[in-house]
């Protein structure tokens, strides 16, 4: 039989599902923000239509990833309270 994979559902993470979830964010929003990056220094060097619009569709996409973070910084804090009373 396969093992299914389970989805990380926030409502039912436990802290070290946060903490796991956390680094990945941090570890993607650096790979988005050193693309983003070299996409500037390509749309500077070459003026492109094309370079313009993925450099706004990157911002978009660190700006949903920081909310992101945002949430799962504050599940976490949430779960650490109910852990201390």
């Not at 802290?15 to 500037?40: E, H, P, R, T, Y």
């Not at 003026?47 to 973070?69: P, Y």
């Amino acid at each position: 039989m396969k093992k299914q994979k389970t989805k990380f559902v926030l409502a039912e993470a436990s802290i070290s599902d946060i903490n796991k979830q956390l680094k990945i964010n941090l570890f993607v929003i650096i790979v988005v923000i050193s693309l983003l990056g070299l996409n500037a220094l390509y749309f500077i060097e070459e003026k492109n239509i094309f370079s313009a619009v993925l450099i706004a569709l990157m911002i978009l996409l660190l700006f949903f990833m920081a909310k992101s973070r945002d949430i799962l910084k504050l599940q976490a804090q949430q779960l650490d309270e109910q852990n201390k009373i």
